[in-house]
């Protein structure tokens, strides 16, 4: 519920690459139009900087996959990041249509698979991360040095960063760029709340926590009276997701983004990068002020090597 036309044009235009969260749109037909919305607020040199997060996952409802995909295609986006289950039955179609698949994993030993697969990239996700960081734990600091070692396409390191100097680690560890979530959703023009804005400002590192690690669909949460009453259920019921569907369901979350602001009523997805986040400036400041300090700290670096 943060991936909407206007931030991802936001980022596109600033820079980056903006992606829309496919499935937040509720149908194939809605996903078109927020599409067809993205690439109007696109400028002329910018259409290649928008793409689609397509994730594959056993939902509550039935979800017609192949119409999504479709829909995409039909779109011209050049850049897909899938998620979740491995894309195989929309590798070819994706290749057809000229566009690159970016798969998002938690374990280079996932990404190698993926690479077999024929993904394009890979978007190496740390325990750091906001959401689903999977159940192995692996930090950043380790996973994207793993990646460096062991994987034969570009990737970029995702969770917990939110600043040049972090960028320019990712770049030493070996990573291409990086993906952020949590720092995008204190942005000008992410569409959500103030209020959510705000809490993460003030948050620090010990301002998430995880959940659904019974149900071994470990998410890393804003630490609030729901998330805590969903780990008090999850003890005492463990693996039963049963007990906890109410608090956890993504409409809980919608609320809390678009109509209350209310940071306690639900389980929302952010992350202890929230630690670096100070303001909330445009997308395009985000993404320059980065830059610039990447390459100050690569810079400053350098001025310390003697071959």
């Known amino acids: 519920y943060v991936g909407y036309a206007p931030l991802a044009a936001a980022v596109a235009n ?79 179609a994706f290749k057809d249509a000229g566009a690159s ?35 192995e734990d692996i930090g950043n600091w380790i996973l994207q040095a793993q990646g460096a070692r062991d994987l034969s396409v570009p990737y970029v390191a995702s969770g917990g960063v939110g600043n040049g100097r972090q960028l320019a680690a990712a770049l030493a560890l070996g990573a291409a760029g990086g993906n952020m979530g949590t720092r995008f959703m204190a942005t000008a023009e992410a569409p959500i709340h103030a209020k959510i804005k705000q809490a993460l400002v003030d948050g620090g590192v010990g301002s998430t926590r995880l ?16 998330a805590d009453e969903v780990a008090a259920i999850e003890a005492e019921h463990p693996g039963d997701f049963s007990k906890i ?8 979350y919608r609320k809390s983004f678009h109509e209350t602001g209310d940071i306690e009523s639900s389980v929302w997805s952010c992350g202890p990068v929230m630690a670096l986040i100070d303001d909330v400036p445009t997308c395009r400041q985000l993404i320059e002020g980065m830059v610039s300090e990447a390459a100050d700290v690569l810079d400053g670096a350098q001025a310390m090597v003697d071959r």
Request: net charge neutral; glycine share 10%.
């Open 101 to 135: 698949i970016i798969h998002k994993c938690v374990t280079t030993r996932h990404a190698k698979s993926a690479q077999k697969m024929g993904a394009d990239a890979i978007s190496l996700d740390g325990f750091e991360c906001a959401g689903h960081p999977g159940e």
């Open 211 to 226: 959940v659904m690690r019974s149900v071994r669909n470990t998410e890393r949460v804003y630490k609030n009276a729901t």
């Open 245 to 252: 569907h109410h608090l956890v369901k993504g409409d809980n």
């Open 14 to 92: 600033a820079g980056g690459l903006g992606l829309v969260t496919a499935l937040t749109q509720p149908t194939p037909a809605e996903l078109k139009a927020e599409l067809e919305k993205a690439q109007a607020l696109l400028a002329p040199d910018c259409a290649g900087a928008l793409g689609v997060n397509l994730t594959i996952l056993p939902m509550f409802k039935e979800v017609n996959y192949d119409e999504y995909v479709r829909v995409i295609i039909d779109a011209g986006v050049k850049a897909i990041e899938t998620a979740g289950r491995p894309p195989g039955d929309y590798v070819q």
